[in-house]
C-alpha cells in the first residue's frame, strides 16, 4: 500500500506532520493489523512540483511524475521487502487523495498499479487542476526578480533560479482573501492538462481507469476548515452568520456560472432553514456548501464515471462520519478535514492513553476495510473481518459505507 500525503500541493512530506510527538503517517500498525506492507513517499510540491506556462517550455506535473517514479520503483522492488508488485494499492488524503486520483487517470499507469483508494480529493476537485498556469508563473516571476516581457527569456531565469526563493514565493497570505474571495482561491500550485500525464480533461480519462478498483469517500464536514476562513462567523460563539455572508461565499464558490447560480443554490441550501433559523443551522450550513462544492459533489462524480467505464474492476464509496475530537470546535461540527488518518494510521493503538475504546473500535474497522481492499478489492473480503459488509457502488445502485465507531447493517445507505 502506497501513501501520497496531502498539503494543497504547497507543502507537507511522507514523515513531517507530528501527531502528538508521533508520526501522522507511520503505517506500523496499519502494516501489523492488516498484514500489508506500508510504504510513504515524497515528491515535489509548490512551484518545483508544479509551475507550469501550460506548454512544452515548462510543462508542469514534475510532483506527479515524482509519485509516478516512486510508484514505479516500488513495483521493480517490492518483491524484496516480502511484497507482491502485482498487488499494489495506492491511497492518499485531500490533495494526495486527488494524486491518486490522477495516477489512476494517467495513461501511464497502465499495468502499474491494482487498486486506488482517495479520501478527500479526487482530480475532479475544483481545486485539482490549474487551468490558468501561465498568469500564475508570470505571478512567481515577478517575486523572483524573473518576469520579462520575452516569455521564453523568464521561463529560463525561472529555471535557473535560487530553488530556496523560488519555493518561498509560493508560500501563500490567506489574509489576501479575506472578503476578496474564497480559500480555494489560494491553491494554485496544482496538476495541469499537460497533453502527455494528464492528456485531457480528467472527466474524460476514467477509460484509463477501467481495470483499477476505486474507493473514495469524504468526511462528513471536510469543508469546514476551508469555510472557517471564507467566513469566520461561523466557529464564533457571539457572532451570527447572515444571509449576505452565505450569499457572498456562494457566489465566490459559483462565479463562472453567474448570478443566477447564488439564488438558486441559496435556495437549495436553506430550504429547511424556516422562517427563523436557528443560527447554528446557519453555520452548520456554510461547511455544509464547503464540503459539498470541494469534496462531496466531484468525488461522488468521479465514482459514478469509474462504476460507468470500469471493466473488471470495483467501485466503493463511504462517508466518514465521526464527532470530531479537535476542542475548541463548535457543537455541530462533524468530521473535520483529514479527522480521518488518525484512525487508519492506528493512533487509538499506539497513543491509548488519549483515546476510548470507541475509537480503538473504529481504527480497527477502518484497517479492516482498507486493507481488505487492497488485498483482494472488496473491502469486506480478506483476512481481516468486518462489523458489516460493504456492498459496491453500481452505475445504477449507488450506495455508500456510513463509517463511525458504531457500524452495522444499517451503516450503508
Known sequence: MVYLFGGAFLLGA????????????????????????????????????????????????????????????????IAAFGGNPDNI?????????????????????????RRAISQGGVALSPWALQKKPMALTKKIARKVGCWRRDEDVMIECLKTSDPVKLTMAGKIDVFLILGKGTVMDLIEFSPVIDGDFIPDEPSKLFHNAAKFDFMAGVNSMDGHMFAGVDVPSINKKTANTTVKSVKGLLAGLTKEKGGAAVESSFSVYSSNWGSHPDPAVVKKTVADIETD?????????ALQLHANNASGARTFSYLFSMKTRIPGFPRWVQAEHAED?????????????????????????????????????????????????????????????????????????
Open 341 to 413: 488518518l488518525q484512525y487508519l494510521f492506528g493512533k487509538p493503538f499506539s497513543m491509548p492513553l488519549i483515546y476510548f475504546p470507541r475509537h480503538r473500535n473504529l481504527s480497527k474497522y477502518m484497517i479492516a476495510y482498507w486493507t481488505n481492499f487492497a488485498r483482494t478489492g472488496n473491502p469486506s473480503t480478506g483476512e481481516s473481518s468486518v462489523p458489516a459488509l460493504w456492498p459496491a457502488f453500481t452505475k445504477n445502485h449507488r450506495v455508500y459505507l456510513d463509517i463511525n465507531h458504531k457500524i452495522s447493517k444499517s451503516s450503508v445507505r
Open 293 to 301: 462544492f470541494l469534496f462531496l459533489v466531484p468525488t461522488q462524480i
Open 89 to 113: 494499492t495506492l491511497f492518499g488524503q485531500s490533495a494526495g487523495a486527488a494524486s491518486v486520483s490522477f495516477q489512476m487517470l494517467s495513461p501511464h499507469s497502465k499495468g502499474l498499479f
Open 14 to 77: 511522507s514523515n513531517d506532520i507530528s501527531f502528538l510527538g508521533e508520526s501522522l503517517y507511520d503505517g506500523k500498525e496499519m502494516a501489523d493489523r492488516g498484514d500489508v506492507i506500508v510504504v510513504t513517499v515524497n515528491y515535489r510540491v509548490g512551484p518545483l512540483g508544479f509551475l507550469s506556462s501550460g506548454d512544452a517550455r515548462l510543462p508542469g506535473n514534475y510532483g506527479l511524475w515524482d509519485q509516478h517514479a516512486a510508484i514505479s520503483w516500488v513495483r521493480r522492488n
